[in-house]
C-alpha cells in the first residue's frame, strides 16, 4: 500500500473515531438534559412485569439423597396478608388450572407439592410492594397511599404462586390498606399471553419442539451435562437438563437447604448452561420466535401506554399496572428490549416501566427498570427515551392478537411463500 493510500486510511479512520466521539458528546449532552429536566417531568403510569417469588422445585432431581422440603417453609407472615378474588378478563368465575393439577402429582420429600409458593418468597415479594411503595408513596406522590380499583389493574397467570405473590406485594405496597375489592384478572391456560403460550400458538409448539430435544445434544451443552451427570451419580436414562439443576439448586440455595455438592461447585456452569439452552431454544433470539413468545405482552404494554395519553380513555385514572409473570417470560421480553444480561432473572425480579410527560414541552418519555436498576433500550439514546424511539423498539416484537393468529398458524409451506 503506497504512502498516500495509508494516509488516506488513517484519516478516515481519525474522522470515524471524530464522528464516534462526537455522537457520544451528544447522546451524553441528550441524557444530561433529560436527567436535568427530570423534575419537570409528570409521572403518569407504571407497568410491572414480575417474575413470582421463592417457590418448593417443579421437579426433584432423580437422585437417591433428596432435599428435605417441610411443610414450615410454606407457613404465611402476617403482614403478607391481603383479601382478595380471581376472576377470568370478563369478571366471570376464575378459570381452571391445569398447571396445579400437575403440580399436585408431584409431592417432594417432606410432604409439600412442587411449584408451591414459599415464607421466604412471599417475603420477597412483599418487599417488592415495599420498594414500590418507597418509589411511588413516598419519594413522590403518585399512588394512594391506599388500594383504590379505579388507580390498580391487576392481572396474573391461573397458577397459586402468582396469585399469593401478587398478594404479598400488593400487602407491601399498600401496607394492608384498601378501599374497595382487590381483584386479579387471569386467563385460560390456552389462551395466556404471560408465558410462551406451547399450547395456544401451534408454530411455536412446532418450532420448539425439535429444540427442546436437540438442545441436549448440543456441543458444550451435551458435554457438561454428562459430566455433572456422572458426578451425581444419576443413571444416563433418567430425563434431566441444565433447566431441572438450576431450579433445583436455586430452590435449595434460596432457602438456606444443604445442596448436593456437586450441585454448589458447578453453579455457574449449570446457569450458563441454562441460559445457552435457553438461547437455542428461542432460535438465538429469532425476531419470529420472540414475537410468539411476549408479542402479545409487549402489544398490552403499548395498548396501555396509548390509553394512559389518551384524555378520552376509560381508563385514564388507572396509575398502576401489574402482571405477575416467569423466569420464562422475564428473558425473552428483556432479549426483544436490548436488556438481557445473561443471568436467569431471580425470584421476585421485576421490569418496571414508567411513562412521563414534561410540564413544559408536553412531549412524552419512558423509563425502564430491571431489578430497580435504569436499563437502556434498544434503540434509545438514554434511559429516560423519548416515547416515539420506545414505541420503534416495541414495534418489532409487539404483535396485535390478530397478528398473533396468523403468526401462530403459519406452516412452513407459508413461511416459504412469504420468504
Known amino acids: 500500500m503506497g504512502t498516500w493510500a495509508r494516509v488516506g486510511v488513517l484519516g478516515t479512520l481519525a474522522f470515524c473515531v471524530h464522528q464516534k466521539r462526537v455522537a457520544l458528546a451528544e447522546l451524553r449532552r441528550d441524557k444530561t ?3 436535568g429536566d427530570h423534575h419537570q417531568l409528570e409521572l403518569k403510569l407504571v407497568q410491572v412485569i414480575f417474575r413470582h417469588g421463592a417457590r418448593t422445585p417443579l421437579r426433584p432431581i432423580p437422585k437417591p439423597e433428596q432435599v428435605e422440603w417441610h411443610p414450615t417453609l410454606l407457613e404465611v407472615p402476617a403482614q403478607t396478608q391481603f383479601d382478595y378474588t380471581v376472576t377470568d378478563l370478563s369478571g366471570g368465575p376464575k378459570p381452571h388450572s391445569p398447571y396445579e393439577d400437575q403440580y399436585k402429582k408431584t409431592t417432594l420429600k417432606g410432604g409439600v407439592t412442587a411449584g408451591q409458593l ?13 420498594r414500590l411503595r418507597r418509589s411511588y408513596m413516598e419519594k413522590i406522590s403518585f399512588l394512594s397511599p391506599v388500594f383504590k380499583p379505579s388507580e390498580v389493574f391487576i392481572r396474573s397467570t391461573n397458577i397459586v404462586r402468582n396469585l399469593e ?31 410462551p403460550n406451547y399450547q395456544n400458538c401451534q408454530r411455536l409448539k412446532h418450532l420448539s419442539r425439535g429444540k427442546m430435544e436437540s438442545v441436549l445434544l448440543q456441543p458444550g451443552i451435551s458435554d457438561d451435562l454428562k459430566m455433572i451427570r456422572e458426578e451425581m451419580g444419576i443413571d444416563s436414562e433418567k430425563s434431566v437438563d441444565f433447566f431441572l439443576l438450576l431450579d433445583n439448586i436455586f430452590a435449595e ?23 445457552d439452552s435457553m438461547i437455542y431454544i428461542l432460535e438465538h433470539n429469532s ?51 436490548g436488556t438481557f ?18 410540564r413544559q414541552s408536553k412531549e412524552w418519555f ?37 397478528e398473533y393468529s396468523v403468526l401462530c398458524s403459519q406452516t412452513e409451506e407459508d413461511q416459504q411463500t412469504n420468504s
Not at 461447585?265 to 441460559?275: D, P, Q, V
Request: charged share 20%.
Open 33 to 35: 438534559q433529560y436527567i
Open 118 to 130: 414459599t415464607t421466604v418468597g412471599m417475603q420477597q415479594m412483599f418487599e417488592l410492594g415495599e
Open 165 to 195: 405473590s401478587t398478594r404479598c406485594l400488593l400487602a407491601g405496597l399498600f401496607q394492608q390498606h384498601k378501599e374497595g375489592p382487590i381483584t386479579i384478572v387471569t386467563d385460560e391456560a390456552s389462551t395466556e399471553i404471560l408465558y
Open 253 to 275: 440455595q434460596v432457602h438456606d437447604l444443604p445442596s448436593c455438592p456437586v450441585l454448589k461447585n458447578f453453579l455457574k456452569t449449570i446457569e450458563r448452561r441454562s441460559i
Open 287 to 337: 425476531r419470529e420466535v420472540l414475537q410468539m413468545c411476549v408479542g402479545p405482552l409487549l402489544y398490552a404494554v403499548h395498548e396501555n401506554i396509548m390509553k394512559a395519553m389518551d384524555p378520552s380513555s376509560a381508563t385514564k385514572a388507572r396509575k398502576l399496572i401489574l402482571y405477575a409473570a416467569h423466569d420464562i417470560t422475564l428473558i425473552p421480553l428483556l432479549i426483544a428490549l
Open 341 to 358: 444480561d445473561h443471568k436467569w432473572p431471580p425470584y421476585a425480579a421485576d421490569v418496571t416501566v414508567e411513562l412521563y410527560q414534561h
Open 366 to 402: 419512558v423509563h425502564l427498570s430491571y431489578h430497580g436498576e435504569e436499563q437502556l433500550v434498544r434503540g434509545c439514546r438514554a434511559g429516560l427515551c423519548p416515547l416515539e424511539e420506545f414505541l420503534n423498539a416495541l414495534s418489532h416484537y409487539a404483535v396485535s392478537p390478530e
